[in-house]
């Protein structure tokens, strides 16, 4: 009878807490003929400084609207576990604590647009984990840290609109497709909804991936304004999205030297990644399974828009081999590259299967595995496990190593020893690889030429090649003994390499090798310091030659010159006076004048014969006798 009255009670006290509405607000049940219903509270008094405290429990929708409160306390909600819509909206909001939301497991819809908040607890968003709506527009926030997209990743509407951001960070911008890495399609029914107008937006390498989201068509992001545009730097205000252009972005790019390395048990191992990019990307190196590499790691970066980065693996294991994938990441995009580590030293055929055989304790350790090959006839390779690396074994397995005791034999499935395929594996010693030469060298690739001295046409060979910088990382290529030549492409200008041909089953140390230099590359600045230094030469020896011709065209004019002078004064003074004289004795008068002048020969010739035409018409006497003066 007790329990009956006290579960009555309590009964009613709940009835009375769902049907008690705060004296500043408005309560609205929405029922259902089923006998279910819904509660609304609206509080909209511009009296209410606080938010309310009492609002009914079973409220599902609460809007605080056109009030005086400043301030959403921790914990203020903590009650209304059934909430799903909380606006808090044009009010005069300036502050909002950490667990203001707390136990809010259920909240679908956030809305706190209209306020004056310039920072947002995003940690805040972890109380409500299927949040789908984040409405903050026309609010004073300058900027969103990186840690928010951590938080947002499942928001499928945000609206930053009409705020003061000029910037957001790439990590945020990564969340969405496509660079999340999700593949974009037109049939993709989860849309993501952004509101970013109306902010003043500072267009640099920051937001470059936002910018090229608004590009796109065919995305899934949909944003609320097409038409946004930069307010910064001044060589791009008033410049929309669409047609913003950033000479100043690069997305990075990364560069390894090997695909694939292939290394023995116990040896070390140095992985290189370099990257280029502007801004400098930051390189970090993962696994495949996306934990981050611990081992030694070395970055540095030797000038602006490159950085290289190097992980060391000391005394390598099986458990070392996989994928190791190099990562670049700056704020106009993300890149990388993989390198996948082998570790040798097992045994391995493709006829019968292989089990292992005990072997004496002071022998090299031998397994069995299998490898591709890419002939027709099954072969088996046979290396030991040692440390440090080990020394292929030539022969059987039988074969001592060192001053170790012989190994015992390895057997197949069928009871067969492997031994008995010596005569496949063995390599006779009159049979081998003869004339390694390089032929055809370029800047970036070169020609292996090879003669196969009785080696069958179907023997598999190994090329291993590196260059004298990096020989640390060495590049294998397997061709086929009847080949006779192989292309190797992918090499650095201006290198000197080496390059050694392996066969299967040979010893260490007796493979033929050679060495050979890469072509360098004559850049644009070189050739133009060629070309001056060319110019130069042969104005230096032009230069003279026309002046000397100039002398001359000069020399020739100046005395063409004085000619025409001399013949002027010539005519001028050519002419001279003769008196007709008389034919008398001659005698010295005191007032005759003889006028001499020095003529040419010819001119002589003519004075003279006018002289004597003259002479002759004067009158005469038998006692005088005509004078000629020349």
């Not at 840690?147 to 945020?172: F, G, M, W």
């Not at 086929?480 to 260490?508: H, N, W």
């Not at 001499?596 to 003259?614: K, V």
């Amino acid at each position: 009878m007790h329990r009956l009255f006290c579960a009555h009670v309590l009964l009613c006290c709940v009835s009375v807490a769902r049907s008690f509405c705060p004296s500043q607000c408005t309560c609205v049940y929405h029922g259902r003929s089923d006998g279910t219903g819904t509660r609304s509270v609206l509080c909209n008094d511009p009296d209410m400084s606080d938010i309310p405290v009492n609002v009914p429990v079973d409220t599902v929708k609460l809007r605080v609207e056109k009030t005086g409160i400043r301030r959403i306390p921790t914990e203020a909600f903590y009650y209304l576990t059934d909430l799903r819509y909380l606006w808090i909206t044009y009010n005069s909001v300036s502050a909002v604590d950490s667990g203001s939301f707390y136990n809010l497991k259920f909240l679908h819809e956030l809305r706190l647009d209209g306020n004056v908040i310039s920072t947002f607890p995003w940690e805040s968003l972890k109380e409500m984990p299927i949040l789908r709506t984040l409405d903050l527009h026309n609010n004073r926030l300058t900027n969103v840290p990186v840690e928010a997209a951590h938080y947002l990743v499942n928001i499928t509407y945000l609206d930053l609109s009409s705020n003061k951001l000029t910037t957001l960070p790439s990590d945020l911008v990564d969340i969405w497709p496509p660079f999340n890495g999700a593949t974009v399609t037109s049939a993709v029914s989860q849309k993501v909804v952004l509101g970013l107008q109306d902010n003043p937006w500072f267009c640099d390498c920051r937001i470059s991936k936002l910018i090229e989201l608004s590009k796109m068509s065919n995305t899934p992001v949909v944003l609320m304004d097409l038409f946004l545009s930069c307010s910064g730097p001044e060589g791009l205000a008033g410049v929309l999205f669409q047609r913003a252009e950033l000479d100043q972005c690069l997305k990075p790019s990364v560069m390894i030297s090997a695909n694939k390395i292939t290394s023995s048990l116990g040896s070390n191992v140095l992985l290189r990644c370099d990257a280029t990019g502007y801004p400098t990307p930051n390189l970090f190196w993962t696994k495949s399974d996306g934990s981050f590499v611990a081992n030694s790691v070395v970055q540095e970066s030797p000038g602006e828009g490159v950085r290289w980065s190097i992980i060391s693996l000391y005394g390598i294991s099986y458990k070392d081999a996989g994928d190791y994938i190099c990562k670049a990441k700056n704020v106009a995009g993300n890149a990388d590259a993989t390198i996948t580590v082998s570790v040798v030293g097992l045994v391995s055929t493709t006829s019968t299967p292989l089990k292992m055989v005990p072997v004496n304790h002071t022998s090299p350790l031998i397994a069995l595995t299998s490898l591709p090959s890419s002939t027709t006839t099954p072969s088996t390779t046979i290396r030991a496990l040692t440390t440090p690396p080990p020394t292929l074994l030539k022969k059987t397995a039988n074969q001592q190593v060192g001053s170790a005791k012989p190994a015992r034999i390895l057997q197949g499935g069928g009871g067969k020893k492997l031994a008995a395929d010596e005569k496949s594996t063995k390599k006779e010693p009159w049979k081998s690889v003869k004339d390694l030469k390089v032929v055809e060298e370029t800047t970036d690739s070169a020609v292996l030429l090879w003669a196969a001295d009785g080696l069958p046409s179907d023997t598999l060979l190994t090329v291993v090649y590196s260059a004298d910088e990096e020989e640390d990382t060495k590049r294998t290529m397997d061709t086929m003994a009847r080949s006779g030549k192989v292309l190797l492409e992918g090499l650095t200008p201006g290198l000197r390499y080496s390059v050694c041909l392996v066969t299967k089953g040979s010893s260490a140390g007796k493979d033929p090798c050679t060495e050979f230099y890469t072509l360098e590359v004559l850049d644009d600045e070189g050739q133009n310091k060629l070309l001056m230094i060319v110019s130069g030469m042969a104005c230096a020896v032009a230069l003279p030659l026309i002046i000397l011709l100039v002398y001359k065209i000069l020399a020739l004019y100046c005395n063409r010159n004085n000619t025409t002078l001399e013949d002027d004064e010539l005519e001028k003074e050519s002419y001279v006076k003769f008196e007709t004289l008389t034919l008398k004795q001659r005698t010295a008068l005191p007032n005759e004048h003889w006028a001499r002048r020095q003529t040419h020969e010819s001119e002589r010739m003519l004075l003279c014969s006018r002289s004597s035409i003259d002479s002759q018409m004067t009158y005469k006497s038998d006692s005088s006798r005509s004078e000629f003066l020349c």
